[in-house]
């Protein structure tokens, strides 16, 4: 992983942010400019990932989030086993929706899960594999709540406190950690914010050298 070519860069925010749409816009403006491109989700992107997301998002299931947890960081561990690393050499760039933030915002912030035990799980999951940047779609819950989808899954039927607690946990994340970080507002027109994040990765490649 010291070695790595790819920059790999990871999207997060809450649900009903835009954050899977303007991933793979953003997969598809690298493209575009040449670079090679994976574009992966969590969880999901393997076999076992996306049954594994398939269990975690049913509503009919009720999953503490201890467990959430160890299901979260096995179909991460996967990822990054059977596609991510063995993929670094290959790509300029590896988009990831979502990432080992999504797990201490849902599972530590929102869910209760002590952060630093949250922390250091997923530390040794992912090890060296840590994001170049990561893009927040940010955007009020009151607003995420106009945006959900008509039958929501288990994630989105979750109370209104656990949504607000998502928020804060991405933006104290982002306070943070600004240098990695960078927080859109997703309020804003869906082409505002695609420029917005065109901007970022421009930035992020300049800054690596690409």
């Keep these: 992983m010291d070695k790595r070519k790819a920059l790999f860069i990871t999207f997060e925010g809450i649900e009903g942010s835009g954050k899977s749409t303007h991933a793979a816009r953003a997969a598809e403006f690298l493209r575009s ?5 994976l574009h ?10 996306e049954q594994l997301r398939a269990i975690l998002l049913r509503a009919a299931y009720d999953i503490p989030p201890l467990v959430e947890l160890f299901l979260y960081e096995a179909a991460r561990a996967q990822l990054l086993h059977e596609v991510i690393i063995p993929q670094y050499s290959r790509y300029d760039c590896i988009i990831c929706d979502r990432f080992q933030d999504a797990t201490l915002v849902y599972q530590g912030y929102a869910g209760g899960v002590a952060l630093d035990f949250v922390k250091k799980t997923g530390d040794f999951v992912i ?10 779609l940010d955007i009020p819950v009151s607003a995420s709540m106009r945006r959900m989808k008509k039958n929501p899954d288990r994630i989105e039927q ?48 300049i800054r690596h050298g690409r």
Excluded at 33 to 37: H, K
Excluded at 127 to 134: S, V, W, Y
Excluded at 163 to 169: E, Q, S
């Design 158 to 205: 979750k109370k209104l406190a656990f949504h607000n607690a998502l928020r804060y946990g991405y933006l104290t994340i982002a306070r943070k950690e600004q240098e990695r970080v960078k927080v859109v507002d997703s309020r804003a027109s869906h082409a505002r914010v695609a420029a917005h994040v065109r901007a970022l990765l421009i930035d992020c490649l």
């Design 40 to 49: 992966v989700r969590e969880p999901g992107s393997t076999k076992l990932g």
């Design 127 to 136: 090890r060296a594999a840590r994001p170049d940047m990561t893009i927040v």
């Design 33 to 37: 400019l040449g670079l090679r491109v």
